[in-house]
């Protein structure tokens, strides 16, 4: 093996171990119900994200987003409905005494201090005040709730939690201007958005274009081997520049270490997320996304350049390299930069969508599951995984592991690079709808080797494993999405619902034609030996059960 594909499968390798993440929401994830705050007779809402809009003299101003307490009225959802009051600074601060100031219908902002919640809702509400946001002393918001034994729990006003750096904001707002007024509202999200069909399109779509490209290279590979063998060659050449690829096989061992390794960096993203952590992920995104796109690029522009794509040069490091890879490199290297440059606008999850998809494509281009075995144990393998790191880990972390790692908390970055992610579009609180490349990376595996098998064995589109399984992945990616939504934005474990469709499809289609053996140890269809067998190769000799 030559040292740039050695590299190119090194670098490979670590970034699957990096991107097997949930399908989620990244930003804008409303607060829902939790068990450690269980409801009772006046403290029985729901936790929701409110929007904070404000008005400074008259003029439209910043917005805010604070969480909804568990007590007190609800919160209207649409905006038309939401009245725009005055807001005025508690006397004292913590509002844990009646606040000397005059309220008339005003919203009341106050700091966390020692007291109550409730206590200070009361207070508020006394004081005739039309709703009260009270301002955390951390970044973080904090869900209100009531303490177990509470009963001066009759309170009529909203009551809403803000983080330390809104509530610094309004201070100044308050003593920097004559009037300031606030509009409180928590818009609900559509059940589906037209981000998520999108997404699921994109995921399907480059499956397929992988299958295709991986099942082509296959089939050419198959009848250059036919040909050498029938032309009785005495020795096979290495026709293949060094540098212009290989395949990798995994193996089972491989394919359970792969999910401890996984699970192993999945870890360390964890506990090492900071801002400069995150900045050595997208150094490493960009080198994997430059490698996937000049290989995609070199594919596709080859059948139109077909002299500059097989005159060789030989370059120091990277062995002997095309000129049509040279002339390439230079425009994938900057799209790379110029992405990592400006990630951090607003439409720049295209370009990572593009490096994403083009390095997708070329992983399951290299690396190949050779059996229906392999397949079975690397799937059922990255079940278990997604289930533990997103439910199980909760138990152990007190917060899902991977869902944290796929937002990016605590790393002052929108999550990490290694996702496909679309802008939702009509979701009044924004945010990305995500899938980790783990999600398509792992069941495309499984179904390049469908269509590979399928052209091997010469099968119809009807009567072959591709189609199938290519309909239970589109499938299972549609459940996740219905199951994503009816849990109301949390995370769900892709791999849960993709994998019984994916494998349970092919597994059950193979018993019945007959296949499953075949597929489950050689992965390939049987062929006709060559009439002129040479000393160096054979062909197996299948016993009768085989056949």
Not at 54 to 64: L, M, R, S
Not at 401 to 420: F, H, T
Request: aromatic share 10%; charged share 20%.
């Amino acid at each position: 093996m030559d040292l740039q594909f050695f590299c190119r499968v090194f670098l490979i390798t670590a970034l699957i171990s990096l991107v097997c993440q949930v399908c989620s929401v990244t930003a804008g994830d409303i607060v829902h119900d939790d068990d450690l705050a269980p409801k009772k007779p006046g403290c029985e809402n729901d936790f929701v994200l409110v929007k904070v809009q404000t008005w400074v003299d008259g003029i439209e101003d910043a917005e805010f987003v604070g969480v909804g307490a568990r007590f007190g009225t609800t919160i209207v959802s649409k905006e038309k409905n939401a009245n725009q009051r005055r807001l005025i600074l508690s006397d004292p601060r913590d509002c844990c005494s009646a606040p000397k100031n005059k309220l008339a219908n005003d919203v009341i902002m106050v700091d966390r201090g020692h007291c109550k919640f409730t206590t200070k809702a009361n207070y508020a509400q006394a004081a005739h005040a039309s709703a009260i946001l009270i301002i955390n002393n951390q970044k973080e918001l904090y869900k209100m709730v009531c303490e177990p034994d509470e009963t001066d729990l009759d309170i009529h006003i909203p009551a809403v939690m803000l983080p330390q750096d809104a509530g610094t904001s309004l201070e100044k707002m308050l003593i920097s201007n004559s009037s300031v007024s606030v509009q409180l509202y928590s818009p609900t999200r559509p059940l589906v958005d037209i981000a998520e069909v999108f997404l699921w399109l994109m995921a399907v779509g480059t499956i397929l274009c992988a299958s295709y490209w991986s099942a082509w290279s296959a089939r050419e590979a198959a009848i250059e081997q036919d040909k050498l063998l029938k032309d009785a060659l005495d020795e096979i050449p290495d026709t293949r520049p060094v540098g212009s690829g290989g395949i990798v096989d995994i193996n089972t061992t491989s394919a359970i270490l792969f999910v401890v390794v996984a699970s192993c960096f999945l870890v360390m993203l964890y506990k090492l997320m900071s801002y400069w952590f995150v900045e050595l992920l997208v150094v490493l995104f960009c080198i994997g996304g430059v490698e996937g796109l000049q290989t995609c690029s070199v594919a596709l522009l080859s059948r139109w350049f077909k002299r500059a794509g097989k005159t060789y040069i030989k370059v120091p490091f990277f062995g002997s390299l095309s000129y049509l890879t040279l002339a390439v490199s230079p425009f994938c290297i900057a799209f790379a930069v110029v992405w990592a440059v400006y990630r951090n606008v607003s439409f720049a999850w295209i370009g990572q969508d593009i490096l994403g998809i083009a390095l997708i494509i070329t992983v399951l281009q290299i690396v190949h599951v050779p059996n229906l075995k392999v397949g079975t144990v690397l799937l059922s393998c990255a079940f278990l995984y997604d289930i533990f790191w997103v439910f199980v880990s909760k138990k152990l972390f007190h917060e899902s592991v991977m869902i944290v790692v796929a937002r990016g908390d605590r790393s002052g970055e929108d999550g990490i690079p290694m996702l496909l992610k679309i802008p939702r579009m009509f979701d009044p609180w924004g945010g990305y709808s995500i899938i980790g490349f783990g999600d398509i990376l792992l069941p495309g595996l499984l179904i390049t080797f469908s269509l590979r098998y399928d052209w091997l064995a010469n099968k119809t589109l009807r009567a072959g494993y591709f189609l199938w399984a290519m309909i239970a992945y589109g499938l299972g990616l549609l459940i996740t999405y219905v199951a994503l939504n009816l849990m109301d934005g949390h995370g769900q474990p892709a791999l849960l619902y993709i994998v019984p469709f994916t494998l349970g499809t092919f597994l059950t289609l193979g018993k019945k034609r007959r296949d499953l053996r075949v597929l489950w140890t050689r992965g390939e269809p049987e062929r006709p030996c060559p009439h002129i067998r040479l000393e160096h190769q054979h062909c197996e000799e299948l016993d009768d059960n085989d056949h």
